[in-house]
């Protein structure tokens, strides 16, 4: 529920007791007036009737009169000085508010009760009349409400929209550009303010980030490179026995392995940081012809047939360099773990890239499919396990879905876009 | 030939050295920027390897430097970041090389006979190693003035066997030479095998000593006797 509906919620159930108390306070009030306007008709017309009673009781007369808005009858109650004007509810089925006056009057010695009832069926009227008033005000309101709703929300929240607008657009690594500017509402110069201090906070620790992931990457190489060069020459010692020849070999593939894990670490994480913007438009299908030559020698000697269909162009925008390791890490699992005299099919189409090698590897399990790091033991000499989690992070920034299956031996990848 | 080394990492700098001079350079190293520039300004070099960090001063530096002074010296980049930035901007600069730490120095010693040669417009370009003649322009393999018929891959290991002469060399770093490290992404080195028969065999069949000795489970060593 939006913020501005919610308090005119709020605003509305609160005016409802408020327009009750305000009803009632106008029905009150012009209660009083109805009431003062029939009390002097009511009082009027007792001063007339007692006015014509005295002339006829000169008469000798004696008077009974009983109707239902007028009696006068000989009582023997004590005579009254003021009359008394009360509200009644009158007789029978429908109960219309009456005012009625009554009064003991001494008329030439005889003692007469007099009782004038007016009828009040306007104040029926009244309630209802204002019940509707009141309906109205609120219906007024709420549709007003609605209307100033939808200005104020246009306008007053303009501000607040564009920097939701800006935070939703924000990207990493050009975070530094965005501006939050002044508004005329203090509440969203705060809140405006709190965003420019978070964004350059956020900007000067990926900055750090990156340029300490960057720096450790690189820092690590050069150590690394002191310990292969010296292998490298204590390798041309003719006096080392056999097992340290072995010894130093193997530690020379060991620190070469760390080396380009570390290098596809970075380069992971450089992809991470999308660290390779590009415009340039690229077609997979010459990429991958350019890789079918350079591992050429590589398939026939594993004497693999290789068919292509590369009569569409699937232009990507992508940037040469990520390109290059996409097809690379896709062909080179394809040549790989391929068996000898196998097959690899590779078509592109207008919109996909599709690329398909038989293996005697079991089909890799969806859940493990892009982790990284997970070599399964029968690569475990040639992979470091980086090489589908970089195809996979590649493929996700840059609005690429990939997609991996296989059947009967045949293991398929299929690149579209998203 | 003169090679000047400037490296601020100590050990890996008496490694190149050691090696460098076994294949019959003559170096001198350097570890910070301020000495690099004066000696590249006092002396001639043949070729200059130069990392990029250095202490008191960028490496690219340098190179601006033996631009303004016309300097016909090779120049080798060997760098920690493996960046595309730097690369292109040492190449640009005027660099004929980038090499991204670790690296063989093997291959260093390869790609300074390479830039060496390529920059000796004047003087010979041909690589001999007793019998053996290599035209580096024509790409031309003689025996005894006997032309023998070399594929690009079997040149290539020639002229990377000679550059590196009676020094031991791992599979991986002749794999490594020859395919890139673009060949980890396809397979493990035992191919290089076939392609070091053949070029043994063209090269004795030619009548050329057998200078391709294996060494137990290492690799290979191009030397006589």
């Known amino acids: 529920m939006k913020l501005l509906t919610k308090t005119t919620l709020y605003f509305l159930i609160a005016l409802i007791p408020l327009l009750a108390v305000a009803g009632f306070y106008l029905f009150n009030q012009f209660s009083k007036e109805i009431n003062y306007r029939s009390d002097k008709e009511l009082i009027s017309a007792e001063i007339a009737w007692i006015r014509y009673l005295r002339s006829e009781a000169e008469n000798g007369t004696t008077f009974i009169l009983r109707t239902p808005d007028l009696s006068i009858f000989p009582t023997d109650a004590p005579i009254a000085e003021r009359p008394t004007i009360v509200n009644t509810n009158g007789y029978g089925i429908n109960e219309i508010p009456y005012r009625q006056l009554s009064q003991v009057v001494s008329i030439s010695g005889n003692a007469y009760q007099i009782i004038i009832r007016q009828s009040q069926e306007q104040k029926t009227a009244l309630v209802t009349d204002v019940t509707r008033i009141m309906l109205f005000v609120f219906i007024g309101l709420f549709v007003a409400t609605l209307i100033f709703n939808w200005v104020i929300s246009q306008r007053l929240w303009m501000p607040f929209r564009r920097s939701l607008n800006k935070i939703r657009s924000a990207e990493l690594q050009r975070i530094e550009a965005i501006h939050f500017e002044q508004t005329n509402i203090k509440e969203f110069n705060e809140l405006n303010a709190s965003l420019n201090y978070m964004k350059g906070k956020i900007h000067k620790d990926y900055v750090n980030m990156k340029e300490f992931t960057e720096n450790a990457a690189h820092e690590m190489q050069t150590p690394v490179a002191v310990v292969l060069s010296k292998l490298e020459l204590l390798l041309q010692d003719n006096n080392l026995k056999d097992e340290q020849v072995q010894a130093v070999l193997e530690s020379t593939s060991a620190l070469r392995q760390l080396s380009k894990l570390n290098e596809s670490l970075l380069l992971l994480a450089k992809i991470e940081n999308n660290q390779f913007e590009t415009t340039i438009e690229i077609n997979l299908a010459d990429i991958t012809k350019k890789y079918l030559r350079l591992f050429d020698e590589f398939i026939k000697e594993k004497q693999l047939t290789v068919q292509t269909d590369f009569s569409f162009s699937f232009p990507v925008k992508l940037h040469p360099l990520l390109a290059d390791s996409l097809i690379m890490n896709l ?3 394809a040549i790989k773990y391929n068996y000898t005299a196998g097959k690899i099919e590779i078509a592109v189409s207008e919109n996909s890239y599709h690329i398909n090698n038989t293996s005697m590897l079991p089909p890799i399990q969806p859940g493990k499919l892009f982790m990284r790091l997970n070599t399964s033991d029968n690569n475990k000499q040639t992979s470091n396990g980086l090489g589908l ?8 920034v840059n609005h690429l879905h990939i997609a991996y299956h296989a059947e009967d031996g045949v293991h398929s990848f299929d690149i579209t876009k998203i | 030939m003169k090679i000047l080394i400037i490296e601020d990492e100590r050990a890996l700098q008496e490694s190149i050295l050691k090696y460098l001079e076994h294949q019959g350079f003559i170096c001198e190293a350097v570890s910070d920027f301020m000495k690099g520039k004066e ?10 390897v130069v990392d990029i960090g250095l202490p008191y001063g960028n490496g690219l530096d340098i190179i601006k430097e033996l631009k303004y002074m016309e300097s016909k010296a090779g120049i080798i980049i060997i760098s920690a970041k ?17 090499l991204a730490k670790p690296f063989y120095l093997s291959e260093l010693t390869a790609r300074i006979n390479a830039i060496i040669r390529r920059r000796n417009f004047e003087g010979n370009k041909v690589i001999t190693f007793h019998e ?65 028969k053949n070029l043994r065999k063209k090269l004795i069949d030619a009548g050329s000593e057998d200078y391709i000795k294996t060494e137990y489970r290492t690799g290979y060593r191009f030397t006589e006797g």
């Open chain 2, 132 to 196: 053996i003649k290599l035209e580096a322009e024509a790409r031309r393999v003689t025996v005894n003035d006997k032309p023998i018929d070399l594929t690009d891959k079997e040149y290539q290991l020639l002229e990377y066997f000679i550059a590196n002469q009676r020094r031991t060399l791992t599979k991986g770093a002749i794999a490594e030479h020859i395919w890139g490290d673009e060949y980890l992404h396809v397979s493990n080195f035992d191919f290089i095998y076939s392609h070091i």
């Open chain 2, 39 to 48: 000696k590249v300004r006092q002396f001639a070099y043949d070729c200059i």
């Open chain 1, 389 to 396: 989690a970089i195809v996979k992070k590649i493929a996700d």
């Open chain 2, 82 to 98: 493996n960046r595309l930035e730097d690369k292109l901007n040492g190449l640009d600069l005027g660099a004929d090389d980038y």
């Open chain 1, 331 to 333: 062909l080179g699992n």
